[in-house]
């Protein structure tokens, strides 16, 4: 079975640019996530989506990110501009049930690493 | 607000020697729990899980874990560490009935010297 696939690896941006970051759920997963890890910290959830509609964006930087779910498969995940302080490692995670199961695994993909100079 | 302590932020041992990295969480409910570990140069994978039962559970790689309800921890342990066990370890918990997302604890960080 194939993982989450997430692209690019790495991106080095300017400060006040703009990027964007792509994921691919495991194939038949209802449930999306995007996570921001930042160095020396744990994963925290960004968005979550269930199938192609948000279910959680609260902790989501509204004014700068955004991310869609089109057709309830893969993800895009922008910043716009960027921060300095939005250098982490963002990572998408997807799971099979909906975010109301008991049961609900979260399998990552490798993560994007961001660097805003 | 949910939250996960993970108590040692570094932790350094030899090789053979036992692992026990301590777990606290704070919920206002019945949780699940999950330690998840981080390789260098690889993705986050699940190490164990609890969702319910046997309080002691078995993980990959000779990992095993205890929920202790009443301590609000969930420690991971190993008898005997290998160099290839170096890694990030992260404990998570999420509530098991509505709507919860999953908290990471800041993570573990293990060095095995050989």
């Known amino acids: 079975e194939a993982g989450v696939a997430q692209s690019p690896r790495y991106k080095i941006i300017e400060k006040r640019q703009s990027v964007a970051f792509w994921c691919n759920p495991i194939s038949g997963h209802a449930t999306l996530y995007w996570y921001q890890q930042i160095l020396g910290q744990g994963p925290k959830l960004l968005i979550q989506?269930?199938?192609?509609?948000?279910?959680?964006d609260s902790q989501l930087p509204k004014d700068r990110f955004s991310a869609e779910r089109l057709k309830g498969v893969d993800s895009t995940l922008k910043i716009q501009p960027a921060k300095l302080e939005d250098s982490a490692v963002y990572l998408c995670a997807s799971s099979v049930f909906g975010v109301l199961s008991s049961y609900n695994e979260q399998f990552f993909g490798p993560g994007t690493r961001l660097t805003v100079l | 607000a949910q939250s996960v302590s993970q108590h040692n932020h570094h932790v350094i041992l030899s090789e053979a020697a036992s692992l026990e990295l301590g777990c606290n969480y704070s919920y206002g409910g019945t949780v699940n729990l999950f330690w998840y570990v981080q390789y260098p140069g690889q993705h986050l994978q699940l190490l164990l899980k609890?969702?319910?039962?046997?309080?002691l559970v078995k993980g990959i790689k000779g990992f095993e874990a205890e929920f202790i309800k009443s301590k609000f921890s969930f420690n991971l342990r190993k008898p005997s560490v290998q160099w290839s066990d170096t890694a990030e370890y992260f404990c998570a918990v999420i509530g098991n009935s509505g709507y919860s997302t999953l908290t990471f604890g800041k993570g573990t960080m293990l060095l095995v010297s050989p």
């Open positions: 989506f269930q199938n192609n509609g948000v279910v959680d």
């Open positions: 609890y969702f319910s039962g046997d309080p």
